[in-house]
């Protein structure tokens, strides 16, 4: 079973202004820690990052460009997106079939909208997903706090049964990479 780590949206415009996502710098941290273990282990990392057409997300702007603290080899592939789904309109689908990747890490920015949209779509095509439950963030809300976000979809996401695929939610130290 081929693997690949997905980073999505851990970017200039969504980790610098404040306030930051919680966590922000342990994140990036524990992300650099993922990266360098999958490259030890040959499996393929995705940096995901989103994109508007104008605005602080536009193509290229210093605020789409990923955190300047992430590790990024050239080995590494870029997706571009426009919608909180890594799949929807972008070229992941053709990456990971050309890869012949069945299972995929995932970890990054925002839990409840790209993560959980990104996480629930590799379900549903057919991939087992493990959410690195320790390396994911989002800022927090009126409603919930960050930490109590993160809880949340650690907790229900792997629940999602309907889609026929795995959904493992374990934390950065419990994982271990296959080699690919």
């Known amino acids: 079973?081929?693997?690949?780590?997905?980073?999505?949206?851990?970017?200039?415009?969504?980790?610098?202004?404040?306030?930051?996502?919680?966590?922000?710098?342990?994140?990036?941290?524990?992300?650099?820690?993922?990266?360098?273990?999958a490259r030890e282990h040959d499996i393929p990392v995705c940096f995901v990052q989103h994109e508007t057409n104008s605005g602080e997300l536009?193509?290229?702007?210093?605020a789409w460009a990923l955190v300047k603290q992430l590790k990024v080899e050239a080995t590494d592939n870029l997706?571009?997106?426009?919608?909180?789904?890594?799949?929807?309109?972008?070229?992941?689908?053709?990456l990971l079939e050309t890869l012949s990747v069945s299972h995929l890490f995932v970890c990054g920015y925002a839990t409840e909208f790209c993560v959980d949209t990104t996480v629930r779509r590799a379900a549903a095509l057919g991939y087992d997903v493990t959410l690195v439950a320790d390396a994911h963030t989002t800022h927090d809300k009126?409603?919930?706090?960050?930490?109590?976000?993160?809880?949340?979809?650690?907790?229900?996401?792997?629940?999602?049964?309907?889609?026929g695929s795995r959904i493992l939610a374990l934390s950065s130290d419990r994982l271990n990479f296959p080699s690919n």
């Open 142 to 163: 009126a409603h919930a706090s960050a930490a109590q976000i993160r809880e949340h979809h650690n907790y229900t996401l792997p629940e999602i049964t309907s889609f």
């Open 79 to 94: 997706v571009r997106k426009t919608t909180g789904d890594a799949f929807l309109r972008t070229s992941l689908s053709a």
């Open 1 to 37: 079973m081929a693997s690949a780590l997905l980073v999505i949206d851990v970017q200039e415009g969504l980790f610098r202004p404040e306030p930051r996502p919680a966590l922000a710098d342990a994140i990036v941290m524990r992300i650099n820690d993922l990266t360098s273990r």
């Open 58 to 62: 536009e193509f290229g702007s210093a």
